[in-house]
């Protein structure tokens, strides 16, 4: 019988801690970042195999796994108390650090919010740049990014680009803002356009275009509050 390989015998590039100092945490699979926490495995099975035994147990659902009891945990071969506590002490730590992070982020309740956290951004340049702003379901702001920086009179809105990242980061919203170095805030007509444009492409992703503001010096213009988004 052919000795059974552990993860020690496993390339390098291929053992979840090595992997995830290189690569990141978002490169493993579930059963790899379970297999970290639960440290080894079984005198027949790797830590990884213990740990996809254990995602299985639970449906192949990581909430699931996450809600799960004690003694659901230790059912599973290769799972005694200790590593059973240990896993649902990570799960508790990444519960409190999800809800500490969601008090952090800002809530957007109206364009004047919006414009408050945008302004300083936009309101002295002396050239145009494209930002948005991407929000969770409670509409409060996940990242704002620059997307774009251009001339005097103009800047490009990318709208695959802001949409791909409204996707990666999971936002439920978007708020779209530029400002205009002239001072007048009035939007142009190519403005109004890249807004529809943005808004139905963000629409066929259950992605809602929530305003499209613009900054003049300090004064703004909301397309939400006009009426026209």
Same mark, same amino acid.
Not at 9 to 37: C, F, H, N, Q, Y
């Given at each position: 019988?052919?000795?059974?390989?552990? !993860?020690?015998?496993?390339?390098?590039? =291929?053992?979840?801690?090595? *992997?995830?100092?290189?690569? +990141?945490?978002?490169?493993?699979?579930?059963?790899?970042?379970?297999?970290?926490?639960? /440290?080894? +495995?079984?005198?027949?099975?790797?830590?990884?195999? #213990?740990?996809?035994?254990?995602?299985?147990?639970?449906?192949?659902?990581?909430?699931?796994?996450?809600? $799960?009891?004690?003694?659901?945990?230790?059912?599973?071969?290769? !799972?005694?108390?200790?590593?059973?506590?240990?896993?649902? $002490?990570? #799960? =508790?730590? /990444?519960?409190?650090?999800?809800?500490?992070?969601?008090?952090?982020?800002?809530?957007?309740?109206?364009?004047?919010? $919006?414009?408050?956290?945008?302004?300083? %951004?936009?309101?002295?340049?002396?050239? =145009?740049?494209?930002?948005?702003?991407?929000?969770?379901?409670?509409?409060?702001?996940?990242?704002?990014?620059?997307?774009?920086? /251009?001339?005097?009179?103009?800047?490009?809105?990318?709208?695959?680009?802001?949409?791909?990242? @409204?996707? =990666?980061?999971?936002?439920?919203?978007?708020? %779209?803002?530029?400002?205009?170095?002239?001072?007048? @805030? *009035?939007? +142009?007509?190519?403005? *109004?356009?890249?807004?529809?444009?943005?808004?139905?492409? @963000?629409?066929?992703?259950?992605?809602?275009? %929530?305003?499209?503001?613009?900054? $003049?010096?300090?004064?703004?213009?909301?397309?939400?509050?006009? +009426? !026209?988004?």
């Amino acid at each position: 019988m052919s000795k059974r390989l552990t !993860i020690k015998d496993w390339k390098e590039d =291929e053992r979840p801690r090595e *992997k995830m100092a290189v690569l +990141g945490p978002e490169s493993l699979t579930d059963a790899e970042l379970t297999a970290i926490i639960i /440290g080894s +495995g079984t005198r027949d099975e790797s830590a990884v195999d #213990v740990a996809r035994a254990l995602i299985e147990k639970h449906g192949n659902c990581m909430r699931t796994l996450a809600s $799960a009891s004690i003694e659901s945990l230790i059912s599973v071969k290769g !799972i005694g108390k200790s590593k059973a506590i240990t896993l649902l $002490a990570a #799960v =508790e730590m /990444g519960k409190r650090v999800s809800s500490a992070r969601s008090k952090e982020l800002p809530e957007i309740t109206s364009s004047q919010s $919006a414009a408050k956290i945008i302004s300083p %951004l936009l309101m002295d340049l002396p050239y =145009e740049e494209c930002w948005v702003m991407y929000l969770n379901r409670a509409n409060r702001l996940i990242s704002k990014n620059r997307m774009s920086k /251009g001339g005097i009179s103009s800047t490009v809105v990318d709208v695959k680009l802001i949409v791909k990242g @409204a996707l =990666e980061k999971l936002a439920s919203a978007i708020i %779209l803002a530029h400002n205009h170095p002239s001072g007048n @805030a *009035k939007p +142009g007509e190519s403005d *109004k356009t890249q807004t529809k444009l943005l808004k139905d492409a @963000a629409s066929y992703f259950d992605i809602t275009l %929530l305003d499209h503001i613009i900054i $003049a010096g300090d004064k703004y213009f909301s397309f939400a509050d006009d +009426g !026209i988004i």
